[in-house]
């Protein structure tokens, strides 16, 4: 499986994880599915998310109101979630997920997990060997990740993010 993240998703990701840092951020990822791939087009950030160090939940009434909202927009669609985890303290945000992350997952979605931490040296955005998007941005370094359950076996997978506007761009602020 291959995610593809388009300008536009990047830098709602980027900003929206860079907005809340010591808090986790929330959004939905919205675009098409193809049959090995995703195209992620937007990425629409929960404003009103309960946000906290080690995780975060939207508020329902909130999301009924962008569910009707978003039915509207016939060739978008909702293509699963992103959230960050972020470093706190000594301990760094990882881009894996969690035991809660696993258990909110859905077969035919896919999920973006945002690590983002403080800068200790800047490094050029790159697409990496373990399938996820890396590079630095200012004070903050992001790793990104992207998961799916396979429909064939049930497992949860890692799939290979493509995101080539940052690749070799420097971040430096």
């Known amino acids: 499986m291959k995610v593809y993240i388009s300008e536009s998703a990047f830098m709602d990701l980027v900003l929206s994880s860079a907005e ?15 049959e090995d791939r995703f195209i992620i087009e937007h990425a629409f950030t929960y404003q009103t998310a309960k946000r906290g160090h080690k995780g975060v939940s939207f508020h329902r009434k909130g999301h ?42 859905e077969p035919g979605k896919i999920y973006i997990i945002m690590a983002i931490n403080d800068n200790e ?5 790159k697409e990496n060997r373990d399938k996820t998007a890396s590079g630095s941005i ?9 998961y799916y359950i396979d429909a064939k076996d049930k497992f949860i997978k890692k799939a290979k993010i493509y995101c080539h506007f940052p690749t070799g761009f420097n971040g430096t602020a």
């Open 64 to 105: 009924k109101k962008i569910d009707a909202i978003l039915e509207t927009f016939e060739r978008l669609q909702v293509l699963g979630d992103f959230h960050s985890h972020t470093q706190f303290g000594e301990f760094k945000g990882i881009a894996n997920p969690s035991p809660e992350d696993v258990s909110g997952m």
């Open 138 to 146: 200012g004070t903050f370094y992001y790793k990104i990740s992207a």
């Open 121 to 125: 040296r800047t490094r050029p955005w």
């Open 20 to 34: 809340v840092y010591k808090k986790e951020c929330l959004g939905l990822l919205l675009g098409y599915k193809l």
